[in-house]
């Protein structure tokens, strides 16, 4: 028997329910900066397609000056302030706050990424996520996709205490601009007023994970049904187990303010991640590779040789 789509939408969608809450603890990182990584830390080393989360607040003088990718895609998205960046195929770009870059490192980049000096001394806060990519991409050219605010389109639901922007995926019917990574990958930025909840269907089987940017969310099951429920603080990434159809976020009608998180999910790939700092390949010997393909700038580094970026340099004066 055929299921109407208003069946469809009624019936309730299984929850993913909780595996693992982790907090983003601050390590040093870069030159003279430090971020709160959680993915990619020992309690949460392999978070197939994810091989990295860090969320950066940082003022000028500490960046992420001259440096090497290959294997993977970054998605970098700025929250307040801005950050500056610049590669050796002589790119170069500002984003500020709620912009996104798209980067696929694919055989090879070297680019510097720095903040910048804003009027009232402000710190630059921003995530960046890293994405494995498939075997077979992992030799492609690099490219980006830039993604600016206003491209980001914002959906409201629950009468309006919950706001979505949905930077990739679909949230609430609506969809986001297309094809920024090649591994494919939902990233919704969502805000959620004392008293909201939503229900933001997840594609099946794949992983998915909360980080938790402001005020405090009650995450798992819903109220009453058996699974757990938890109150998840600011800092935490809270990743869902695979089973089940959609995330339940909400926020306790007493809560003091809006809670703010990024829901996350991608595609797993079936293969070994082997990662040395910024090299993620899928065996020690092509790691080997890339170290020995940087120094002696072939196979995809041959723009480095000589190369210095402009921006890299700012925080020596
Ligand atoms: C020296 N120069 C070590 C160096 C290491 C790097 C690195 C950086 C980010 C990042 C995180 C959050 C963000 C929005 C704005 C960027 C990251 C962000 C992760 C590694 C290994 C560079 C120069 C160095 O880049 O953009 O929030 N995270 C993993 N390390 C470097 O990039 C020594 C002298
Ligand atoms: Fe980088």
């Keep these: 028997m055929a299921t109407s789509a208003a069946a469809t939408a009624s019936r309730r969608l299984i929850p993913r329910l909780i595996r693992q809450a982790v907090l983003a603890r601050e390590q040093s990182e870069g030159a003279g900066a430090t971020v709160r990584r959680s993915i990619g830390t020992p309690s949460l080393r392999h978070l197939t397609p994810f091989l990295m ?20 895609e970054t998605i970098t998205y700025l929250l307040q302030g801005g950050i500056d960046h610049e590669d050796f195929a002589g790119n170069r ?9 798209f980067m696929t490192a694919g055989r ?4 510097a990424e720095m903040p910048v000096q804003n009027e009232d001394g402000s710190a630059n806060v ?34 309006g205490k919950v706001t979505v922007k949905v930077i990739s995926g679909v949230s609430q019917g609506v969809e986001s601009v297309k094809d920024l990574a090649y591994t494919p990958v939902w990233f919704l930025d969502i805000e959620i007023q004392p008293g909201g909840k939503i229900v933001q269907e997840v594609p099946e089987g794949w992983t998915a994970f909360v980080y938790t940017l402001e005020g405090e969310v ?20 809270v990743v869902f187990k695979n089973e089940g159809e959609a995330v339940y976020a909400s926020v306790d009608e007493g809560a003091e303010k809006p809670a703010r998180f990024v829901l996350v999910a991608g595609t797993p790939l079936d293969q070994p991640i082997v990662q040395y700092g910024p090299f993620v390949l899928t065996s020690k010997e092509e790691v080997y590779q890339a170290f ?3 120094q002696t700038h072939s196979n995809g580094f041959e723009r480095a040789k000589g190369w210095e970026s402009e921006i890299g340099k700012s925080m020596l004066h």
């Design 53 to 72: 989360l860090d969320h950066f607040s940082v003022s000028p003088g500490a960046g992420f000056p001259d440096h090497p990718h290959r294997g993977q």
């Design 93 to 101: 770009g500002r984003l500020g706050p709620g912009d996104l870059q």
């Design 108 to 111: 090879g980049i070297v680019h």
């Design 126 to 159: 921003g995530l960046q996520l890293w994405v494995d990519l498939p075997k077979h991409l992992k030799s492609c050219e690099p490219r980006y996709r830039d993604l600016k605010a206003e491209e980001v389109p914002v959906v409201k639901t629950d009468g």
């Design 218 to 237: 009650v995450l798992g099951d819903v109220e009453g049904a058996g699974g757990e429920r938890r109150v998840i603080p600011q800092f935490h990434n």
């Design 292 to 294: 020995m393909d940087y």
